[in-house]
Structure formats: structure tokens, C-alpha cells
């Protein structure tokens, strides 16, 4: 058995400590707040509730399978359910898209109504991703990457030269497609032409397997990751920092808080390494994707009927989220703001016809340096700066002998799935007890 401490209370620390209790190690968790969960917690005012963080997840079997290895079945414990619509386009020459997901016939449909001939160009890119995505799952995300091994299918993948934003404009010339094609990595906060090509994977994750989310908010998620921690007996110490890392003779021994030293055999760390003096020279050639600007609010009266999802392109790119909790007659938006918000986000979203100013009777602004501040880092983890800088990634693997590393910045996808499967590869590093 190894005395493992996990440096993170966010969903990629609680997977990975929740897995390798299970593995038979004895876990300590260190979370810098007074709550677990990370970006799945929840904003609260005036009766109204937010997610904090994201609303939906792609790869539920990455989360089922965290649950059925750790435990009970997600099913017992959480309401995980298909979104029919993944979210609605709206461009600023006035046409508009509504995207389904897990259907390749769907979207093909969907998107011809954009005009003849294009929902042809849009699924053959979609479907030139399922090889990629089979490459990427096997050989990256879940087996631990070694050079000298990997295959070289992986290698050149990885090491293209291409960007997406290149590949986007070669593929289409309509550039709807490309807005809707690149969107999820823009609201990431990330530049197209600094993006690899594979990082585009994500439309083909959603025609495959559509999107999912918890009802009620998938902070409700976190609350079950939680109770599972308490299950495998994980030691969880909350408004706790981590320090830095004690390491004697090249191995990691302990983990330096402002009260003390955890001792430790193995340490993974599920926060942004530039946190740990140890490790930030490891990554000092790395950046984070830094959030958007968040404005969540509580609106009275009759509002538009809007799907789970809007994302209105332009400059700036808004988009609007629904389905947060409220009173009796009321509604809950969440409305992120990325580019040039020379404005007011919700006079912003007014120019797109979205005129709810005088109905919000609730408000909440965050803005990307209070949620860096709030989460210890951003939850969109490593910013691409360059096509080849995948293996810029400190993960599972770092050179600190007995670290490893999980969540958002341990990994070259975005979202929960990704950092649940980066938790995986921790705990096939380290094994069983």
C-alpha cells in the first residue's frame, strides 16, 4: 500500500483519488478551498442558482467507467441524461443552426438547411476525425505517452505542423462552418492558427456520442464524487494549500502546507504545476487558457425561449446558457463573453436581439481573473501556442521521480472527460496497492 497524496479537489483530483482508494492506497486529498468540486460548483443569489463551470459533458462512459471501477454505478447516484439539441448557432448574417448531437443523419440535415451542399462538407469532416479519435484514445489519452515506443502514427500526428485554423479554411469555404467547427476551442480562449489539427476532435466526439448533462447542474456531479471519496475512506482536507513538493535525493517524500508536511510515496498533482515551485520550472514555457468573461443572471417575466445552449458569433463571441435554477416564474442564464467586450456583456447580447436588461433582477459578474483566483488556475487547463506543442503537456508522467500529474493542465483536451480520463492514466501508472 503507498501513502498517495493528490494535490486538487477538482474533478480530475477526485477521480484520481477516488481510483486509486479503490486500487487499495492509502489517499490523502489537499484542496485549497473550503469545498471540493473545482469548476463544478455552483453560484448562488436571491433564490437563483448557476454552474459555476460547464453545463454539459461529452464521453459519459469516461464517467461511468469512473464510477463502476471506484464503486457504485453512475446510474445510482447521478441523473445523467442525452441533450436531443447540443446547442443552437446564430450567425451575424441572420441564418442560424441548430446542431444535434449522436446523430451523423441529424446533422447532415440540420446542416443543409445553411445551404445546399454543405451539410455533405460538414459530416465528411466530422468523419475524417474518427480515425484520429481511435489513435488519440488508444496510444494518448488512455495510455501514458512514451517517444520511444508510440507508435508512429502518434508521433506524426502529434508533431503536425498544421494548424486548425489552416485546415478549417482549406476544408470550407463557407465560414459558418469553420465558426462552428472552431467555437469550443475559441471560448477556450485559444487562437485557431495556435491550435493542432487533432485538437478538433470534439465535433467528432459530439456526432458520435452527442452531449450530456445532469438536471438540476452538473454540480451535482462533484456532490457524488465527493460521497464516493468518503466511501474509499479518502483522508480529504479542505483550505488546505499546498505549498510545494518535498523532494530528497530526486524523489518526492511529502507535500509542504502552511501546518505541515503529508508524507507521501507518490503525489499527483491535479492543479496548475506553475503552483508548486517544484514543478513550475518544468512548465515555464507553458501558459493557461484563461477563462472568459462570466455573467450569470436572474431574470423575472417572460424571457425567450432559448435551447440549453446559444452561441451567438461574432466579436465578441457570446454564449448563453439556460437551465440554471429559479423561483417560480423566473429564469436562470449564464451568458460568457470572449474577444472585444468594449461593453456591458448584457448590452452586448442585447445587439444580438436578446434584450433582457430590464428583466434581471439577480446578477452575478465574474470576471477571468476572479475565476483564475477562485479555482487556483484556469479549468481550460494548457494554452495551445504552436500546432506541435502536445507534448508540452506535464502528464501522467513529470520528471519529479513519485509525481504525477491529472486534470485540466495534464491533458491536451478540454472538459471533464478529459481530465477524468487523465486520472485513468495515474492510476494504470501507479497500479494496485
Not at 19 to 24: D, E, F, H, P
Not at 276 to 284: C, E, G
Request: glycine content about 12%; hydrophobic content about 45%.
Amino acid at each position: 500500500m503507498a501513502r498517495v497524496v493528490v494535490v486538487g479537489g477538482g474533478f480530475g483530483g477526485m477521480a484520481a483519488a477516488a481510483r486509486l482508494a479503490k486500487l487499495g492506497h492509502d489517499v490523502t486529498l489537499l484542496e485549497r478551498s473550503a469545498t471540493l468540486g473545482g469548476a463544478l460548483g455552483t453560484e448562488e443569489l436571491d433564490g437563483f442558482a448557476w454552474d459555476a463551470g460547464p453545463t454539459n459533458t461529452l464521453l459519459p462512459a469516461v464517467i461511468r467507467d469512473l464510477f463502476r471501477k471506484s464503486g457504485r454505478p453512475l446510474e445510482r447516484e447521478v441523473d445523467l441524461q442525452p441533450l436531443d439539441l447540443v446547442r443552437e448557432h446564430r450567425f451575424e448574417d441572420g441564418s442560424a443552426l441548430r446542431l444535434p448531437g449522436g446523430s451523423r443523419a441529424a446533422q447532415l440535415a440540420a446542416v443543409d438547411d445553411l445551404g445546399p451542399g454543405l451539410g455533405r462538407q460538414w459530416v465528411d469532416h466530422v468523419a475524417s476525425y474518427g480515425d484520429v479519435w481511435e489513435l488519440l484514445r488508444k496510444e494518448w489519452f488512455e495510455r501514458p505517452f512514451d517517444k520511444d515506443v508510440a507508435p508512429r502514427e502518434l508521433t506524426d500526428l502529434i508533431g503536425r505542423r498544421e494548424s486548425l485554423e489552416k485546415r478549417l479554411r482549406r476544408t470550407f469555404r463557407d465560414e459558418r462552418l469553420r465558426l462552428v467547427a472552431g467555437h469550443r476551442l475559441v471560448m477556450d480562449g485559444h487562437e485557431l492558427r495556435d491550435v493542432p489539427v487533432f485538437a478538433g476532435v470534439d465535433v467528432y466526439l459530439e456526432q458520435r456520442f452527442g452531449a450530456w448533462t445532469v438536471p438540476g447542474g452538473l454540480a451535482a456531479l462533484g456532490t457524488a464524487m465527493a460521497d464516493r471519496l468518503a466511501l474509499r475512506g479518502v483522508t480529504v482536507r479542505t483550505a488546505t494549500e499546498a505549498l510545494d513538493l518535498v523532494v530528497r535525493d530526486g524523489r518526492v517524500t511529502a507535500v509542504r502546507t502552511p501546518d505541515d508536511e503529508v508524507d507521501a510515496d507518490r503525489v499527483v498533482v491535479a492543479i496548475d504545476p506553475r503552483r508548486l515551485p517544484a514543478l513550475a520550472s518544468y512548465v515555464r514555457r507553458t501558459m493557461p487558457a484563461i477563462p472568459p468573461v462570466v455573467c450569470h443572471i436572474g431574470l423575472e417575466g417572460d424571457v425567450p425561449d432559448l435551447p440549453h445552449e446559444v452561441v451567438l458569433h461574432g466579436d465578441p463571441l457570446l454564449v448563453v446558457r439556460t437551465g440554471g435554477r429559479a423561483p417560480d416564474g423566473a429564469s436562470a442564464w449564464t451568458v460568457l463573453g470572449r474577444g472585444r467586450l468594449a461593453e456591458d456583456v448584457l448590452t452586448a447580447l442585447a445587439r444580438h436581439g436578446l434584450d433582457v436588461r430590464r428583466q434581471v433582477v439577480a446578477r452575478i459578474d465574474r470576471s477571468p481573473r476572479d475565476l483564475v483566483e477562485r479555482w487556483g488556475g484556469s479549468p481550460h487547463g494548457m494554452l495551445w501556442q504552436g500546432p506541435r506543442t502536445a507534448r508540452t503537456r506535464l502528464g501522467p508522467r513529470t520528471p519529479i521521480d513519485g509525481v504525477l500529474a491529472a486534470g485540466a493542465h495534464a491533458t491536451t483536451g478540454s472538459g471533464l472527460p478529459f481530465a477524468g480520463l487523465s486520472a485513468a492514466l495515474v492510476a494504470e501508472v501507479v497500479g494496485r496497492a
